[in-house]
Nanobody
Framework: QVQLVESGGGSVQAGGSLRLSCAAFGYTYSSNFMGWFRQAPGKEREGVAGIYIGGGSTYYADSVKGRFTISQDNAKNTVYLQMNSLRPEDTAMYYC???????????????WGPGTQVTVSS
C-alpha cells in the first residue's frame, strides 16, 4: 500500500496564497503520478493538478490554470501545490492522490490521502 501524508491546509483571505505538500510512503513505485483533488459540499470531486514524479507531464483544471503550480521532488517522493490568487470558490477539502499514471489519476483510481481543509474568505 501507499500512505500519503498531507500538510499545508488552512484559511486565507481571498487573493492570498497557500502551499500544500503531499509525501508518499510505502510502495512509492506505484505512485508515478501524484496530485490533488478537491471536493466542496454539494459539488463533485474535481481533479485540481497533478504531475509525474521525476518530472514530465502535468495536469491542471481549467479553473486553476495560471493561479496554481504543481511541482515535485523525486528524492522526497513529494508533490507541492502552490496556490496563488485564491478565491472563495477554491474552498474545499483537498485530497492528495497517487496513481500509476495520469489516466488512472484522472479517473480517480488512486491511493488517497486523508484530506486537508482549505478555506478562502472574502
Amino acid at each position: 500500500q501507499v500512505q500519503l501524508v498531507e500538510s499545508g491546509g488552512g484559511s486565507v483571505q481571498a487573493g492570498g496564497s497557500l502551499r500544500l505538500s503531499c509525501a508518499a510512503f510505502g510502495y512509492t513505485y506505484s505512485s508515478n503520478f501524484m496530485g490533488w483533488f478537491r471536493q466542496a459540499p454539494g459539488k463533485e470531486r474535481e481533479g485540481v493538478a497533478g504531475i509525474y514524479i521525476g518530472g514530465g507531464s502535468t495536469y491542471y483544471a481549467d479553473s486553476v490554470k495560471g493561479r496554481f503550480t504543481i511541482s515535485q521532488d523525486n528524492a522526497k517522493n513529494t508533490v507541492y501545490l502552490q496556490m496563488n490568487s485564491l478565491r472563495p470558490e477554491d474552498t474545499a477539502m483537498y485530497y492528495c492522490a497517487a496513481s500509476a499514471n495520469m489516466g488512472n489519476w484522472l479517473m480517480g483510481s488512486s491511493y488517497w490521502g486523508p484530506g486537508t481543509q482549505v478555506t478562502v474568505s472574502s
